[in-house]
Structures are given as C-alpha cells and as structure tokens.
C-alpha cells in the first residue's frame, strides 16, 4: 500500500485543478478536456478532474495510506457527513451551484484542518 500524506494529497489534488479551476470539472470522476466524455483518473488522456477524482489521480491506481483522512477533511471543511465523507465531497463538487471558488476554499480548509491537527 502506497503511503500518502493526507495533507499532500489535497494539496496534490488542487493542483491537478489548475490556478483558475481551468480542469475542475462537475458529474464526472475524469474527462479528457472540460466537456469531453468522462475516462478513468489513472488514464493517460485525463485532463480535467472532479474533487473526488483530483484525489484519486494524485495517489495513483494503488490504494493509499492517507485517502480516507483527506476525503474526511474535506466532507468537515464542506460540512458534510463525516461518515459518508467520499459521497458527501461528491454531492458537493456537483451541485449547481458550487462554483471552482468554492471548491479551491474547500481543499484549503481542509489543509489547514490536518495541519493544525
């Protein structure tokens, strides 16, 4: 198992996005380019991520130490359920009214949670 900090996964994450949310995208876990048809986070091809997706891409295709607190910072930083942590960042990213600004405020509540704890 592939060992991550939570922190640097989130951090990682945010970058994928680009400074402007230029490869933030809604309703797709990875797509190609912004309105391009979805591929998986581990492809070649993909360009452009969700929240969920961003995190997935940054770890790579094995399972991580340090998924499972990133996605939990995040669902506490959006008040989400702790609980249901991925399926809560999920409903988030793509709600209509959740804009990139939203989702950049997120990840870096989120990294201030774990690095103050």
């Known amino acids: ?49 969700c929240a969920v997706g961003a995190m997935q891409s940054v770890i790579g295709p094995l399972p991580a130490v340090g998924l499972k607190k990133a996605r939990w910072a995040l669902a506490k ?18 709600r209509t009214t959740t804009t990139f600004k939203d989702v950049r405020r997120a990840f870096r509540k989120a990294i201030r949670i774990l690095e103050a704890a």
Request: proline share 0%; net charge positive.
């Open 1 to 49: 198992m592939k060992r991550m900090k939570s922190v640097d996964i989130l951090k990682g994450a945010l970058k994928k996005f680009g400074r402007n949310g230029r490869n933030w995208i809604q309703g797709s876990y990875a797509r190609q380019r912004k309105n391009g048809d979805g591929v998986g986070v581990h492809e070649a091809s993909a360009r452009c991520f």
């Open 77 to 94: 930083a959006i008040g989400g359920q702790l609980n249901d942590s991925e399926g809560s960042v999920l409903r988030f990213n793509d």
